[in-house]
C-alpha cells in the first residue's frame, strides 16, 4: 500500500524542509546519529569521511524530495517566490 502521506513540509523562510510527522523525524534522527561517527572519523581519514557525509546527506535530501512538499524559496506565510 502506497501513501501520499507527507513527512517534510517547506521552511516558512528560505529554502528547505521540516520534519512534520514522526516518520520525518525518525529519518533526521537517523541521520544524526550516521552523521556523528562520520564527523569524528574525518580526524582518521578525511575522504573516506567526507564521502559518507556526502552520501548519507545526498539520501536524506533525497528522501525530503520525495517524502516532502514541493521546494520553494519562502519569505513568510503566503509570500512564495518561484524561482524558475
Same mark, same amino acid.
Do not use: H, Q
Given at each position: #500500500?502506497?501513501? +501520499?502521506?507527507?513527512?517534510?513540509? +517547506?521552511?516558512?523562510?528560505?529554502?528547505?524542509?521540516?520534519?512534520?510527522?514522526?516518520?520525518?523525524?525518525?529519518?533526521?534522527?537517523?541521520?544524526?546519529?550516521?552523521?556523528?561517527?562520520?564527523?569524528?572519523?574525518?580526524?582518521?581519514?578525511?575522504?573516506?569521511? #567526507?564521502?559518507?557525509?556526502?552520501?548519507?546527506?545526498?539520501?536524506?535530501?533525497?528522501?525530503?524530495?520525495?517524502?516532502?512538499?514541493?521546494?520553494?524559496?519562502?519569505?513568510?506565510?503566503?509570500?512564495?517566490? +518561484?524561482?524558475?
Amino acid at each position: #500500500m502506497k501513501s +501520499n502521506k507527507i513527512w517534510f513540509v +517547506n521552511k516558512t523562510y528560505g529554502y528547505g524542509w521540516t520534519p512534520s510527522t514522526w516518520e520525518g523525524w525518525l529519518v533526521v534522527l537517523i541521520w544524526f546519529i550516521l552523521f556523528i561517527p562520520l564527523a569524528i572519523y574525518i580526524e582518521y581519514n578525511v575522504t573516506l569521511g #567526507m564521502i559518507g557525509i556526502l552520501l548519507i546527506t545526498g539520501l536524506l535530501i533525497y528522501v525530503c524530495y520525495k517524502k516532502g512538499e514541493k521546494p520553494r524559496w519562502r519569505w513568510g506565510k503566503g509570500k512564495d517566490i +518561484n524561482i524558475k
